[in-house]
């Protein structure tokens, strides 16, 4: 037995001097003694943690790496913190902090969290995922402090705590007795910050078909609040069994859960900061962007296997590569991404143009209206069952920050649920406070929607709004909105039948100009490198658009406003987005003009005022054109006149009716309107066929 203490001890010293002298010799890329300044600085910023490069243990000494790997818990306590330890004591003679933690990062291998199995527990590995759920800070009693209240003893000791329960001491400390009792001395116990994450797959690395892997972190120390739901994390930590909370005393449990306990924790990029480009791809994407016909070939590769839609594939592939984001020195932040959204006939195509999106972005996810929540879009408080514990947990939006998130069947969203993206979609993050947890949290995600008019099929004579089941609120937050409409043409349909027809005889793939691997290189490419700036000449031509399709209204009082500064903002998206596609610098008159042409088509197909035939932007920003408003308006008027004038207080409908066909409003009109007037609360119904407004105060 003592040689075997002996042996121990020996191995013990052994090992100890082999990491002081990888931490006196490392040397980093300027030559300097990289840990020697690493400890330095630390001390001098009074922090606890140093962080070690695994690469750099595995280059110096592979044996002492491998120990590492294979039993992290000793190695960490009995090697390398004392290791530290008396390295620091011998740079600061004067240091007289009892512990310094090393904290591991880089290893060799990431383990990917479906693949984590009974042979990593108690092994240092390395995961990564996105943070799904956390824990608001608490503190974990670290070391103990009990009194043992017996009158022949009724002296203090301290136990070591290594678990989120304390159990009562068998004996105590002192005396080693067992009669008494012991009572815990919170105020003199040592307490260190707690936390609890839960890391998910990242959604683009989910096996097609399978349900997302989780795992639960715990974070202590400095570790804490490093990130926040939505990020994508890298988790250096030993894989244990989770603890028992409790349970009978009679009985073990069979069946154990698996955590990280982390010993180093970062922040990931995120979007395609997070994907990085060989040299090869570089020089290919350089290439492309060198033919005159880049656009052409861009928009040609979205969803090849769809006919048609040129316009519309274009806005996707404009929303794909994006605009460029400002935060001015205030903090105000001005969004680059560009909301797109399709609202179509059955059978055009829309779901299909939706998936491909999602699958070319370097980070997208593809959800659907019917199966989305407001919690699932936004972000939630869960209370866990077992713990009771509240989670922060993340959506869809937040999931997708950096990326593109698309939206299928958004007409078929519960109106409670659908309103929890206002904020995401404009100011681009998601608030949220509950159970004493206030949040703000990042969801710079591009939104491409798609829904079905609200009769089956759009009716031409009817406004937007009438054919859309979405609230102006959201509809007014698009920068984009085109209407698919399947309108029998027999040239048209002979060319649409036989190219389907061609696509599913062939046994190969549709070809595309540019494949889509290279596609989404291409894309990841100018988000990350290309920010082109407005020339003069664009500037000019996009200021003197919107004020020419403003002149008509500063004109007349009477006649509509056709854009407004939302648009403006979202023309220098769109062109910028446009010069970024050809890998440009600055953003030309030809980009400006196309943007143009873009917002154009859309006012004129979306912003029409049915009924006086000319562009009005309140169309789609208040749901009323101003024809519409004004008929409103005037009908208002008339039940006010008649009801003061009648002696029951209303008036009747068939007068309404005469008073409006004098100012060629038709009866259908005014029944919609007032139908329309009753539903907001304006009016009521005094008695059957008799109208009044509902008085204010």
């Not at 913190?81 to 740079?91: M, N, V």
Request: negative net charge; glycine residues 6%; proline residues 4%.
């Amino acid at each position: 037995m003592a040689n075997e203490l002996l042996q121990n001890r020996e191995e013990v010293t052994d090992l100890l001097s082999r990491a002081i002298d990888f931490l006196e010799n490392t040397k980093g890329a300027d030559g300097d003694f990289k840990y020697r300044n690493r400890i330095r600085d630390a001390i001098l910023r009074g922090e606890n943690s140093i962080v070690i490069d695994f690469i750099d243990l595995i280059n110096y000494d592979e044996d002492l790496a491998t120990r590492l790997v294979e039993d992290p818990e000793y190695m960490i306590e009995n090697v390398f913190k004392p290791a530290l330890i008396e390295f620091a004591r011998s740079i600061f003679i004067a240091f007289e902090k009892k512990t310094l933690t090393p904290r591991f990062r880089g290893l060799i291998e990431t383990v990917p969290i479906r693949d984590l199995r009974t042979e990593h527990l108690g092994k240092l590995v390395q995961v990564e995922g996105v943070v799904l759920k956390l824990t608001p800070p608490k503190q974990r009693i670290q070391k103990a402090t009990f009194l043992h209240a017996y009158p022949e003893c009724n002296s203090k000791f301290s136990i070591e705590v290594s678990s989120e329960i304390v159990k009562r001491p068998s004996s105590c400390g002192v005396c080693g007795g067992s009669a008494g009792s012991f009572e815990l001395i919170e105020e003199e116990s040592e307490f260190i910050d707690y936390q609890k994450i839960v890391i998910s797959e990242m959604p683009e690395e989910v096996p097609s078909g399978r349900m997302p892997r989780q795992i639960t972190i715990i974070l202590e120390g400095e570790l804490v609040d490093r990130v926040r739901p939505g990020d994508k994390a890298i988790v250096v930590g030993i894989l244990r069994l989770a603890k028992d909370k409790g349970g009978s005393s009679r009985r073990f449990k069979g069946v154990y859960e698996s955590e990280i306990y982390a010993n180093y924790i970062e922040a990931g990029r995120k979007g395609v900061d997070e994907i990085t480009l060989t040299e090869e791809d570089i020089e290919e994407i350089k290439k492309l962007g060198r033919d005159p016909l880049i656009r052409r070939k861009i928009i040609a590769s979205i969803a090849p296997t769809i006919y048609g839609h040129w316009d519309i594939k274009e806005a996707i592939a404009l929303a794909l590569f994006g605009g460029i984001p400002k935060i001015r020195r205030d903090g105000t932040r001005i969004r680059g991404d560009i909301h797109v959204l399709l609202i179509g006939d059955p059978g055009t195509a829309k779901s299909q143009l939706l998936q491909f999106a999602s699958k070319i972005a370097p980070r997208g996810l593809f959800t659907t209206g019917k199966g989305s929540t407001a919690a699932g879009l936004t972000a939630a408080v869960l209370r866990e069952k077992g713990t009771g514990e509240y989670y922060l947990e993340a959506g869809a939006m937040v999931l997708g920050d950096m990326g593109v998130v698309c939206i299928d069947e958004i007409d078929k969203m519960r109106d409670e649920d659908r309103v929890a993206i206002h904020e995401a979609l404009e100011q681009q993050t998601v608030s949220i406070s509950k159970a004493g947890i206030h949040a703000v949290l990042n969801a710079r995600a591009t939104v491409i929607a798609a829904g079905n008019p609200r009769y089956g099929r759009y009716i031409e004579e009817r406004t937007i709004q009438d054919n859309i089941n979405l609230p102006v609120t959201i509809l007014s937050r698009f920068d984009l909105i085109f209407i698919l409409k399947d309108i029998p043409n027999p040239d048209e349909d002979r060319r649409l039948a036989e190219y389907i027809a061609t696509v599913h005889a062939s046994f190969e793939d549709v070809k595309s100009p540019i494949d889509p691997e290279m596609l989404r290189k291409y894309i990841i490419y100018a988000k990350k490198y290309v920010y082109p700036k407005l020339t003069e000449e664009a500037r000019k031509i996009l200021t003197e658009f919107f004020v020419e399709m403003r002149r008509t209204a500063a004109e007349s009082r009477d006649a509509p406003i056709a854009i407004t500064a939302r648009q403006l903002e979202a023309l220098i998206r769109l062109a910028e987005a446009h010069a970024r596609m050809a890998l440009k610098e600055v953003v030309t008159e030809e980009d400006a003009i196309e943007a143009i042409r873009l917002m154009k088509t859309m006012l004129e197909n979306v912003g029409l005022d049915i009924e006086s035939g000319t562009v009005d932007i309140d169309t789609i920003m208040t749901g009323k054109p101003k024809s519409r408003r004004e008929k409103i308006l005037f009908i208002e008027d008339i039940i006010r006149e008649l009801s003061s004038q009648s002696k029951i207080g209303c008036a009747r409908l068939k007068d309404i009716m005469e008073r409006a066909r004098s100012e060629n409003i038709d009866e259908e009109t005014v029944e919609r309107i007032i139908y329309q007037l009753k539903q907001e609360g304006v009016l009521y119904e005094k008695v059957s066929g008799c109208f009044s407004r509902v008085k204010t105060y």
